[in-house]
């Protein structure tokens, strides 16, 4: 029977004829042998959370970095659309518009091609404006996500 401090008590007959009934009493005591190689309970637990924390750390950081790297993607592609709309493409619709405007003034061209060509300057002018915006709605975004990432470092 064992006891609810640790220690037990028996109490039997032996297997031989003639011998007497026997008790048996036993103390169970736990000590620690290498005293100095116990861990405490909540230094272990100190320990597991700061793993916890690093590993919550590196897993925030690196998903920053990753949007940062798409941010700064949908950047360049904004960028490069803006500017090729702003100087190219609105330029060139609005040579075509003016050259049309005068061929029609002079009696050689239609009014259809000159509607056609305002347009497409005017079409023009909102993809420009709407790549403006993307533009800056990544230069936010980067923004927002620079100063998350800085709150993650080290």
């Known amino acids: ?30 000590l620690p042998i290498f005293p100095g190689d116990r861990q405490d309970q909540t230094i272990a ?11 919550d750390y590196d897993e925030q950081r ?7 790297r798409s941010a700064y993607a949908q950047y360049q592609a904004a960028d490069a659309e803006y500017k090729r709309g702003q100087q190219d493409l609105t330029l060139l619709a609005t040579q075509t518009y003016s050259a049309e ?26 993809e420009t404006l709407t790549a403006r915006r993307d533009r800056a709605l990544a230069i936010a975004q980067l923004d ?9 470092q080290p």
């Open 62 to 68: 690196l998903r920053i970095a990753r949007e940062l």
């Open 101 to 126: 405007l005068n061929d029609f003034r002079g009696g050689r061209g239609r009014f259809q091609s000159v509607l056609r060509a305002q347009n497409t300057v005017l079409t023009t002018a909102l």
């Open 144 to 152: 927002y996500l620079t100063t998350q990432y800085r709150g993650v």
């Open 45 to 55: 637990a100190a320990q597991e959370q700061e793993m916890a924390a690093v590993d």
């Open 1 to 30: 029977m064992v006891l609810t401090d640790g220690s037990t008590t028996s109490y039997g007959q032996d297997f031989m004829p003639g011998s007497p009934n026997w008790l048996s009493v036993g103390v169970n005591l736990s």
